[in-house]
């Protein structure tokens, strides 16, 4: 089944512990990219993969940081994560004119 | 830039009424044109697209066009049903400029038996 996978899909931690949050994805896409969502605000991109090795900052990117080393992967990383960090994430792919595809989710509360 | 405005929420509709959230981009060039769903719980699923002016996109009921001239993609439903009630995100993705997406800040839809 083609899908995107997101882990976890529920965390809460403490300020300044770094987590990270993997993605990954069965379709061979080039493109992924990871958005949070906020109440009132939608969705905003935090950063975008073309392909392996090329990454790029979205709207949001403070506070974040991604690898893209094999193209199914994109992990997200929080290296030290803060309250105004507290959001759902999602992950998305897509061949580079195609729609994409988005994970179920991530929501992760920093206390 | 590449900018997507949706009409704001939340909308509670009676079933079966007729339904139009509306939709207008600014871009450059020729975008895609994306709308979305997102059910309670769930991550965002790709309802239909639009790909050139005057494009129709059509799936479960709901259609689009694009329209260049007046820079649109409303989606519309002639009988909802409580089963639609979601979130609706309309997206851009211009390969013109980085071929990024754009999304509006998303309607909520609430249809009531």
């Known amino acids: 089944e083609a899908q995107v996978t997101q882990n976890p899909r529920y965390l809460i931690t403490v300020t300044g512990k770094k987590l990270t949050v993997t993605c990954s994805q069965n379709?061979?896409?080039?493109?992924m990219s990871w958005y949070r969502q906020d109440p009132g605000l939608g969705l905003r991109q935090i950063y975008y993969?073309?392909?392996?090795?090329?990454?790029d900052k979205g709207d949001v990117p403070e506070g974040y940081k991604v690898s893209r080393k094999e193209k199914r992967n994109f992990p997200l990383i929080l290296e030290s994560p803060s309250p105004n960090q507290t959001s759902l994430y999602f992950c998305?792919?897509?061949?580079?004119?195609?729609?994409?595809?988005f994970g179920d989710g991530t929501r992760l509360s920093i206390l | 830039g590449n900018s997507v405005t949706q009409m704001e929420g939340p909308v509670t509709l009676s079933e079966e009424a007729f339904l139009t959230i509306n939709c207008t981009y600014t871009?450059?060039?020729?975008?895609?044109l994306f709308w979305y769903v997102q059910y309670p719980g769930e991550g965002l699923q790709l309802l239909l697209k639009?790909?050139?002016?005057?494009d129709k996109g059509s799936n479960k009921g709901f259609e689009a066009t694009y329209r260049k001239e007046t820079t649109s993609f409303h989606l519309e439903k002639g009988s909802v049903q409580v089963s639609d009630s979601a979130v609706y995100f309309c997206?851009?993705?211009?390969?013109?400029?980085?071929?990024?997406?754009?999304f509006g800040t998303g309607t909520s839809l609430t249809v009531i038996p």
């Open positions: 998305a792919s897509s061949f580079p004119q195609g729609p994409q595809h």
């Open positions: 379709m061979n896409h080039e493109y």
């Open positions: 993969s073309m392909n392996v090795e090329v990454t």
């Open positions: 871009a450059t060039g020729y975008p895609s």
């Open positions: 639009a790909t050139k002016a005057d």
């Open positions: 997206a851009l993705r211009n390969t013109n400029t980085g071929n990024q997406f754009y």
